[in-house]
């Protein structure tokens, strides 16, 4: 049986050094008591949320200022968002006659709910009117006619079903 | 005196010796690093209250400690996803050490791993930084908020993250957590915050009720799952504490995400009742 060769003692003694530099790489790692050894980056599969059913717009009905109409923000807007959505215009498009056939001021009221800061509530609520007012200008309604308010929050709770576009006519 | 030169020793004793010597570096180095753990987990100690503090007469901690439980749902420990978390939590970190805290972190990186605690962050002693004057006392609670981040930011990067998971495993231990803490607290514990840093966007079974894969993304359903998590004893009520919810839709790449996260962090919120507050990512 062949014997293996012993190797020269400088390079057993490299080896050693060799050992010891992977040891201490190794050994010293500066995280806390309670880490786990160096985790792979992952990120977690998004799941799969189906659209939900909008419900139509209701046209204008009686109120106390006016015939007004309230439109769910979750119809008009991206969440966050002050941009008026491509699939909502249809909707706003039906509201477009009673508008023109009255003749008084159309006040806009942009509404949140207690979601989020009372700051960002406060301007995201007045960009949202001012975006529905926006839409109804380019929609040949007179400029002058057209007064978007941002009230921010309805309420301080957080209730989705206060994230609306009020308009009322007067 | 004749100094042993070890090219005059034996092969083996060379060997030997050689051997010994990288041990004992080795040993020494390894020790180092320890040390430097250990010391990592003695800085948290300059920044914690302890009855022998140095106090500022001026701001002298009279009271109760408040009890701060943050539960982080990791769908991503990208160095991203920690920075933003670290961003996230920096007022409540920043409170503690003003004000005095007891703060527990855990963290969920989803199905098939555990829940994990940072160093530091076991809620045993409270933070508190106050110095003999105002100058120095600002400079530690900033340097110590800087320095509770970086624990925070390295750690997230450090848990494993599952491709299935949700904020379902940390909400339902968190009134056991409450309880601990109170219990174990050195000196008196007084108001709980708990704060939840979660997507709500999980993806686990059936079984669970915050899972959202195939849900559809209404309203609505955001109120039924979250009355279900209640109604079938999946997650408790947190009587007396104030719950803040972090991180709502964090990652979301469509309207539905989105909105089912925050209707849900709405819903949520009205279960527990109470003091509760959602802000969406």
């Known amino acids: 049986m062949a014997r293996t060769a012993r190797r020269p003692a400088g390079t057993r003694h490299a080896a050693v050094w060799a050992s010891l530099a992977v040891a201490l790489c190794a050994g010293c790692t500066g995280r806390g008591a309670s880490a786990s050894p160096d985790a792979p980056a992952a990120s977690r599969q998004l799941p799969s949320v189906q659209p939900g059913q909008q419900a139509p717009i209701t046209g204008f009905i009686a109120g106390p200022e006016g015939p007004h109409v309230s439109v769910p923000a979750s119809y008009l807007f991206s969440l966050d968002s002050a941009v008026i959505r491509p699939a909502a215009v249809t909707g706003l498009r039906k509201l477009l006659p009673a508008i023109r056939s009255s003749s008084g001021a159309v006040m806009i009221y942009g509404y949140t709910d207690g979601l989020g800061t009372v700051a960002h509530n406060k301007l995201l609520s007045r960009e949202r009117a001012d975006a529905v007012a926006q839409w109804l200008i380019s929609n040949h309604i007179d400029p002058r006619r057209v007064h978007p308010e941002g009230k921010g929050e309805a309420t301080s709770a957080i209730d989705p079903a206060q994230r609306r576009v009020e308009i009322v006519l007067k | ?281």
């Open chain 2, 1 to 281: 005196m004749r100094s042993v030169k070890t090219g005059m020793l034996s092969p083996l004793l060379r060997s030997a010796v050689t051997t010994a010597a990288a041990a004992a570096i080795a040993a020494g180095a390894l020790a180092g690093c320890a040390r430097a753990s250990a010391a990592g987990a003695a800085d948290c100690s300059r920044y914690q209250y302890s009855a022998g503090s140095v106090t500022n007469p001026d701001q002298p901690h009279t009271g109760k400690f408040k009890l701060v439980l943050i539960l982080l749902d990791l769908s991503s420990n990208a160095p991203g996803t920690a920075a933003t978390i670290t961003q996230d939590l920096s007022p409540y970190l920043q409170a503690a050490v003003d004000d005095g805290a007891y703060v527990k972190v855990d963290a969920d990186g989803g199905s098939g791993t555990q829940v994990a605690s940072p160093g530091c962050f076991g809620g045993s002693q409270p933070f508190l930084v106050t110095r003999a004057n105002q100058v120095a006392q600002q400079k530690t609670q900033a340097s110590a908020v800087n320095a509770l981040d970086g624990i925070l930011k390295g750690f997230i990067q450090s848990v494993k993250v599952s491709p299935h998971g949700s904020a379902s495993r940390l909400l339902q231990g968190a009134p056991e957590q409450v309880s601990a803490l109170r219990a174990n607290a050195p000196y008196p514990a007084g108001p709980v915050q708990v704060i939840l840093w979660s997507n709500l966007l999980g993806n686990t079974g059936a079984s669970d009720c915050l899972n959202v894969n195939g849900m559809p993304g209404t309203q609505a359903y955001a109120q039924a799952i979250a009355r279900r998590c209640f109604s079938e004893g999946q997650l408790a009520p947190l009587p007396g504490a104030a719950l803040d919810i972090l991180g709502v839709g964090t990652g979301a790449v469509n309207d539905q995400q989105s909105l089912l996260a925050n209707d849900l962090a709405s819903a949520l919120c009205g279960e527990y009742g109470g003091d509760c507050r959602a802000f969406p990512a």
